[in-house]
């Protein structure tokens, strides 16, 4: 082959992903990751809400520390850099989960979603409660 045409046969670089599709971020490592949750719900959630994520973040790390499963460990802190995207753009008040993402889920993680709800709910009543016995004792004393 003649050195003209070789070089005419030669690959180009170019990408094999679609330039329509944006490229995912970087996962960041677990414990980069620990800790940028943690500061975002210091710095983004009131105390209430903190708490319980903050609770909620530390118990999923720790149940998940073992796994071995490189897909699993992906789709752990995949969907975790999400939450912490979101928590940071202030995008997910009011939002709904996605129905694939609950179809995929096991019974265990239904039920541990329901508790968080119940939990959220029963806080939410509380306060409620309190604001209400707040004005009523002004009201009483003429405030």
Known sequence: ???ALRLLATPTITSTRSS???TPPA???PIPLYRRLLRSHRKYLPTEERLLGDEYVKAEFRAHRKIDNPMHIVGFLS???L???GIEGDGWR???MDREKVDKMSDEQVAQMYELMQEIKRRGQEEAEEEVAAATSKEGRGE
């Open 1 to 3: 082959m003649r050195p």
């Open 20 to 22: 329509l599709r944006p």
């Open 27 to 29: 996962l960041l490592p």
């Open 79 to 81: 969907e975790w850099q």
């Open 83 to 85: 939450y912490a995207q």
């Open 94 to 96: 009011g939002d709904k």
